[in-house]
Structures are given as structure tokens and as C-alpha cells.
């Protein structure tokens, strides 16, 4: 029964139970899931120009149109990759973060944390193994649940290392820009849950924010005075902003809703006037939320519905 329309049972034996995809959690563990919840937030880079659609419509559905992302969600995977994958299996954390992870540059440490994150998420120990002493990967961080979570304080502490380092170095102004680390720009949560500690000390710095499928609400109305600077902000899929609708997108309620709407009316969109890119896929739409939204602005920010 679905719908409210029966359907025939198919003809011989049952599938097992694991072969069934019965519960949202499930289909959350799916990498094709995974690699279409992360679409909006990797298919932006602050280099690179929004490209998400030929019309002017400021609310549409998403469809990727980077064929860069797309082969990369969906490749088969390069010989680093491969490589990577072979020690993750084989090598002891200590190992890898001590004989492997210095020799690997910092753009390759994120095309693998990026390609994990679709494919095979990787544990917290691995993660912060990768992200190394700067505390990010080429000024990226993913973490992907729902088993793993950040800690309460790793922004804090990642900050208070950098700057006691640099009290004792003596900068020269004309360092290769190749030997300084970029900053942290952008952070990617799915399917795991963040404290309030965690929240107030995200870095100013950041331009991409996504906080996806979130297992527990988020002070949304904070964040606009913590990271001023954000340009692509996703808040798909999460059930605490007044749905549950299947992933697929397609507005089908999963269960009656048993927690509070979010008032967005409280959230200063006006401060945030860097935003280009709101995701709001699979959430509940209220009355007059593309005005609020909007409001003040010159440019339309482009919904992704």
C-alpha cells in the first residue's frame, strides 16, 4: 500500500530484508542519494560563476550542469583515488596520518574527502587525519553521518593553533603564495548533527555553508551575524524546517510532522548580502518566504527548490 493504491506482489520469493530500501534512513545511506543531496554545494566554487540556469526565474528545480561534477559523482574512480582507497584500507590511522598525509597535497586530500563522501563516508579519525595541523583540506571541511560528528570545539581549537603559530613566525611579505594555507571557506554537514558550540565558532571566513538533512535544528537566525560573508547557503532536506518528504523530491509525506516549523522570519537575510545561492530542496515553503528572503536586495538570490 502506497498512496492510497495497492500494488501486486511480484511473482516468486521475496527479496531479503538488506536488499530493501524501506526507511528514509536507508535511502539517505545510498551514494546515489548522497552524491545528489551534496550536488548544489560542490557544483559552486568561489572561482568559478554560478551556473545553475538560463532563466531568470529566481525559484526552480536543481538539475547539476557541471559536467566537471557530474563525472566526478559518477566516474570511475582515478588511480589516486584508487591508490587512496588502498591505504585507507591497509595502512593504521598513525600510519597514514604520519607516513602518507604529508606527501599528499592539499587539493588531492579534498578530491578524496569529496569523492568519500559520495561513495564511502570516512570515519572522524580519517577525516581529521586528512584535514592535517590547518584543520581543512584546500579550505574545505565534509562530515558526513550519521555516525560521525565534529567535535564541540574543533574550530576553536584549529583557530588557537594557527594563531600561536603565527606569533612565532617571522613572516616575510614576499613568501611564495603557494606557501601559505588558505583559509577555511567552506563547510559541508550531512546527515549528522552540530552543537551550538560548534555553530558559534564557525570561522568569519566562510562562503559556503551546507547543513543538510540535519538531525537535530540549527539556530538558524545565528548564523548571519557569525559568517556575514556566506554565497552559497544549503538547507535541504531538513525535516525541522516543516517537511518530511521523501528524498526523491517529489512532495510525498513520509509521516505527519511532530516538530515545530522553523520561523525564518527571524533570520536577517538582509545582512547576508553576499548570498547569490539559497538550497531549500525538500523543505516546507511558508507565505511571503521569497520576499523575506529578497528583501532589500538589488539581485534576486536564486532559490533551489
Known sequence: MFDGVSCRSPAGPLPPQSWKLNSRQDTWETATWRGEALSLVLNHRIDQPLVISSTSDSTLPFTPRNPKLETFMLRIPSLSLLCFQILLDTCTI????????PYVPAHLRKNLI???????????????????????????????GPSVTLRDDYFIRSHGSDAEEDIHVDWE???EEADMSSP?????????????????????????????????????????HIVPLIIILDLSYNAWLGANLFPDGQGRPQQPRDTPIMDLRHVDWPRWNHLK????????????FMEGVNKGRWDEITVVL
Do not use: K
Open 94 to 101: 598513525s600510519d597514514f596520518q604520519d607516513g602518507i598525509v
Open 114 to 144: 569529496r569523492f568519500s563522501a559520495v561513495h564511502s563516508p570516512l570515519s572522524i579519525a580519517h577525516l581529521y587525519a586528512l584535514w592535517g595541523s590547518e584543520g581543512h583540506a584546500d579550505g574545505e571541511v565534509i562530515v558526513v
Open 173 to 175: 611579505w614576499d613568501m
Open 184 to 224: 577555511l571557506h567552506s563547510v559541508i554537514f550531512f546527515n549528522t548533527s552540530i552543537s551550538s558550540s560548534t555553530l558559534f565558532s564557525f570561522p568569519p571566513t566562510l562562503t559556503h555553508l551546507a547543513l543538510i538533512n540535519m538531525s537535530i535544528p540549527v539556530s538558524l537566525h545565528r548564523l548571519p
Open 277 to 288: 545561492v539559497l538550497g531549500f530542496r525538500g523543505n516546507y515553503v511558508p507565505e511571503n
